[in-house]
């Protein structure tokens, strides 16, 4: 599945409960996941990992969707090429 195409299944399962609950509400889902997807990485569960990885994408192609963002274009725009600063693929940007 492309990310497009799972971006337009988050749509179809949840669009109407996310176009009411707002942006602002959907954004703060969203942190609050990447919230739990930092927990379950610090402690190394890898369950947890998997599901908060999912639900962090799935958040933010909610946010995406109420914006008109189409991610899968957005992503391919900046880093289709690799990367975005130095144009090297692997990056050679200088190590921060």
């Known amino acids: 599945m492309k990310i497009r195409e799972f971006q337009e299944l988050i749509r179809k399962t ?5 176009q009411a609950r707002g942006v ?3 954004f703060l889902w969203l942190t609050e996941e ?3 997807l930092a927990e379950a990485i610090r402690k190394r ?3 947890g990992m998997n599901e908060e ?4 994408l799935a958040w933010l192609s ?3 969707t109420l914006l008109e963002i189409d991610l899968e274009e ?7 090429k ?3 600063r130095c144009d090297a693929l692997p990056c050679a940007c200088p190590a921060h």
Do not use: I, Q, S
């Open 14 to 18: 949840y669009y109407d409960r996310d």
């Open 24 to 26: 602002e509400t959907n």
């Open 34 to 36: 990447v919230g739990e």
């Open 45 to 47: 569960d890898r369950e």
């Open 53 to 56: 990885f999912a639900d962090v």
């Open 62 to 64: 909610t946010l995406a």
């Open 74 to 80: 957005a992503a391919l725009a900046k880093y289709g």
């Open 82 to 84: 690799g990367c975005p």
